[in-house]
C-alpha cells in the first residue's frame, strides 16, 4: 500500500528526491509520515503530512535535524508523496520509510519498503 523510491548515493551537499507511492485505499483522515533508519541506529521521525489538508505549510512537521533542508509535498492526483532533500550530509545516510496514521491513532502502522540513501563526504 506504500512504496517509497528514489534512493541512491549522492555526495554531501547533494540533492535527492524520494518518492512514495500509496495505492489500496484511500488515506482521506491520515497523517503520512517520512522515517528513517541509520546505519546501526533506531529508526526516527523525519517528518508528517496530512494527506487531506489543502497545500499548507502549516500542516506539515520535521524533525530539528532535517527542517530547513527537507520538504514533504503531496500530488493526490497522483497518489504520491514526496521527501525533497537538499543540503545532504553524511549523516542523513539511512534508509527511508514511508508511512501512514490514521489521526485517531498515536502510531504509525502502514509502512512501506524502505529505500537507500548514502551520502558520502
Known amino acids: 500500500q506504500l512504496q517509497a523510491s528514489g534512493g541512491g548515493s549522492v555526495q554531501t551537499g547533494d540533492s535527492l528526491r524520494l518518492s512514495c507511492a500509496a495505492s489500496?485505499?484511500?488515506?482521506?483522515?491520515?497523517?503520512l509520515g517520512w522515517f528513517r533508519q541509520p546505519p546501526g541506529k533506531e529508526r526516527e521521525f523525519v517528518g508528517a503530512?496530512?494527506?487531506?489538508?489543502?497545500?499548507?505549510?502549516?500542516?506539515?512537521s520535521y524533525s530539528d535535524s532535517v527542517k530547513g533542508r527537507f520538504t514533504i509535498s503531496r500530488d493526490k492526483s497522483k497518489n504520491m508523496i514526496y521527501l525533497q532533500m537538499n543540503s545532504l550530509k553524511p549523516e542523513d545516510t539511512a534508509v527511508y520509510y514511508c508511512?501512514?496514521?490514521?489521526?485517531?491513532?498515536?502510531?504509525?502502522?502502514?509502512w512501506g519498503q524502505g529505500t537507500q540513501v548514502t551520502v558520502s563526504s
Open positions: 489500496g485505499r484511500t488515506f482521506s483522515g491520515y497523517f
Open positions: 503530512t496530512r494527506w487531506s489538508s489543502a497545500a499548507d505549510v502549516a500542516s506539515v
Open positions: 508511512a501512514a496514521r490514521h489521526f485517531t491513532q498515536s502510531s504509525y502502522n502502514v
